[in-house]
């Protein structure tokens, strides 16, 4: 039987498979060829109550955050791995759900379970510092959780997503609630009953399935919610921020990009090429990190832009079994403001310099989109500036190191750059010069980097997650002073 198949997800609040409170329930559809195969609970105000309230009780009364750091590590570890140990289901399941490729479902079980070892082992290494005072006094700092947290999580890789934002807030002692996106709900729904199997303590990693209106923003406006993490679009990222400022909760917001990988001539373009074309193609492009921008140097600008047209023009949209290039896009919607983009930016006279393809027999219901390769982009254009969140790279040529720095920095967002060139001191001075969370030089991590620290500058956010730098924001410090005579 295929992946999920006939699955009722439920939510699940402390510790226990719960229905929503009105007992309805949301399709779960495959977007490879929009055929409904499960479902999951649709939630509202009420549910999300029930979940916060059990959040609470977790983290005020229940074991969790008097345990030692050691021990919550040690469960952490213990559902890293739970997910290896149930890989095949979780990737199939992941592939089935969000149409991805199926070797990326595999690449994010394997990213997942990488986030809950290095969390688990991460947990008992976070200390505060004495601080030297006034004589007389002892003054110190202890890195306290937050409470509950709340995270909001995105459907392009929620494996990897909640692993990153479940690892970090439960290695510190919080306690949480999570609202996956109501089209890719499946995966969380089990990894939070493996973390019960795990040893996670009921009610300290609750899940409330739903539509963003319905359950998302009623979690965000909680007033028994100490903090909320998002990942996900600028727009409902601000939504996000404005209700959880109603309670002046602190918020991480891991929202889009329109992030540059920039080509000086004297590149290896060999290594550039595939790398380039990766950052986009990856997840279908649905990735905040993808690469969406290719600066070239105008010596080299023809030849590479030559190469990258060959690969684009072969690039093909398959199913998500047929593990291909690319995957069909996660919903009719987000196909059709894709599509939308594309013919915006030909009617605004962007060239097309190549156009791959869907599989001639790619089931009818799915949300396919060719990939496409835009050349002579005006930087001023909605293309150049707005995500996509699509497989379309736009190509922009540029004469030397100032205006390569002018272009990749001209977008509001800022969250990952590669620059490409085999000039050492242009490596350090482009990469000192590019307002981005994350800057790679002669490498691209689209995704990934679980050590990482990562998030954006401007319109991409704001807090890290990722690496040790999650656990900071994952946590408050607490300043004790004993007067001591
Ligand atoms: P979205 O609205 O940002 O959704 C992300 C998460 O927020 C989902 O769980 C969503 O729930 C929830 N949500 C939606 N409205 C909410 C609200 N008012 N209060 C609280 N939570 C809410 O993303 P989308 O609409 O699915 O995609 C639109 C665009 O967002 C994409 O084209 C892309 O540009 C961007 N995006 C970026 C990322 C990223 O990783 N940076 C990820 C996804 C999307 P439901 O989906 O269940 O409604
Ligand atoms: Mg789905």
Known sequence: MSAGEGTQASNLIGGEPVDSAGGERIDVVCPSDGAVFASIARSAAPDVDAAVASARRAFEDGPWSRMTATERGRILTRLGELVDANRDELAALESRDTGKPARQGVADVTAACRYYEYYGGAADKVHGSQIPFLDGYLAFTTREPHGVVAGIIPWNYPLQILARVAGAALAMGNTLVVKPAEDASLTTVRIAELAL???????????????GTEAGAPLSAHPGVDYVTFTGSTATGTAIQQAAAINNRGVTMELGGKSPQIVFADADLEA?????VNAIIQNGGQTCSAGSRVLIERPV???FTAELAKRFAALVAQPHYRDGDLGPLINRLQ???????????EAAGATVLARGSVAADAPEGGCYQAP???GDVDPQSKLAREEVFGPVLAAFAFDGEDEAVTLANGTEYGLVAGVWTSDGGRQHRVAKRIRAGQVYVNAYGAGGGIELPFGGFGKSGHGREKGFEALIDMSAAKTTVFNHG
């Open 197 to 211: 199997e795990a040893g996670c303590p009921p009610g300290v990693f609750n899940v409330v399935t739903g539509y």
């Open 272 to 276: 550039a090429l595939p790398v380039v």
């Open 301 to 303: 600008y023809g030849a």
């Open 335 to 345: 196909a059709d403001r894709v599509a939308g983009f594309v013919a915006e930016a």
């Open 372 to 374: 496409v390769l835009f």
